[in-house]
């Protein structure tokens, strides 16, 4: 069974600043899509940027990116000049390639980031 | 293009009631997925519906059930509810196997 792993429960930046989430998982899988997703206090989930496991560059959007190391299993996010805006609640996720699990999505435990002004 | 809809978004219920969440996807989107955000829990994978056929469920009892409707719209029913059923119920669609799925504002509900 897959398991993904987010070890900082609470995170804080000033605003302008980088800052880094970790996230760590668990597969015998070879093929599959690993997500950020965000969660501001008004709940709903964002998709914040997606990295497939076959692509050996990491995946960037805007402020976002990712450092994505296979053989470790480690999936980080980084965040640029980060904003009030970013304060949410941030998943890491992992979904197997293919038909069999039909995309179902395992979430690590959640990485509350406060933004600081 | 709207997005994941669900209703309602909050429910008060006590033990024993039942309930049913909806939720409309995405238009075009034929996959519905749904998932409980408990409490210390985290999220976890309910149930995954594609072409009005429930496809693949999580760790949850037969008392969790739904059903999706031919225009993709899906339900999802509790019957004989717990307090540890308190959660907020996220519906996420998605259009093509492997595509990234999109979340609604959930449905919170409070079992007292």
């Known amino acids: 069974a897959q398991t993904v792993t987010q070890s900082q429960p609470e995170m804080s930046v000033q605003e302008a600043e980088t800052v880094t989430l970790s996230c760590t998982y668990d597969?015998?899988?070879?093929?599959?899509?690993l997500f950020w997703y965000k969660q501001p206090p008004s709940r709903q989930m964002i998709l914040v940027i997606r990295q497939e496991a076959y692509k050996q560059q990491n995946a960037t959007e805007n402020r976002f990116s990712v450092n994505f190391q296979k053989a470790a299993k480690s999936f980080s996010l980084k965040i640029s000049d980060s904003q009030l805006g970013d304060t949410a609640m941030y998943f890491c996720?992992?979904?197997?390639?293919?038909?069999?699990?039909?995309?179902?999505?395992?979430f690590g435990q959640g990485t509350e980031l406060s933004v600081k002004p | 293009e709207a997005g994941v809809t669900q209703s309602p978004t909050h429910l008060i219920k006590t033990r024993g009631q039942q309930v049913t969440l909806r939720c409309s996807p995405i238009s075009g989107h034929t996959s519905v997925y749904w998932y409980q955000q408990a409490l210390g829990l985290g999220l976890q994978f309910l149930l995954w519906y594609d072409e009005g056929e429930e496809r693949n469920r999580g760790n949850f009892p037969p008392r969790f059930s739904g059903r999706q409707f031919p225009n993709y719209s899906s339900e999802l029913n509790v019957n004989a509810l717990e307090l540890e059923d308190s959660a907020l119920y996220l519906c996420?669609?998605?259009?093509?196997?492997?595509?990234?799925?999109?979340f609604g504002d959930g449905t919170r509900l409070s079992i007292l």
């Open positions: 996420a669609s998605r259009a093509v196997l492997n595509q990234p799925q999109h």
């Open positions: 996720a992992f979904m197997k390639h293919g038909n069999n699990q039909g995309g179902k999505l395992i």
């Open positions: 597969t015998s899988e070879s093929n599959y899509y």
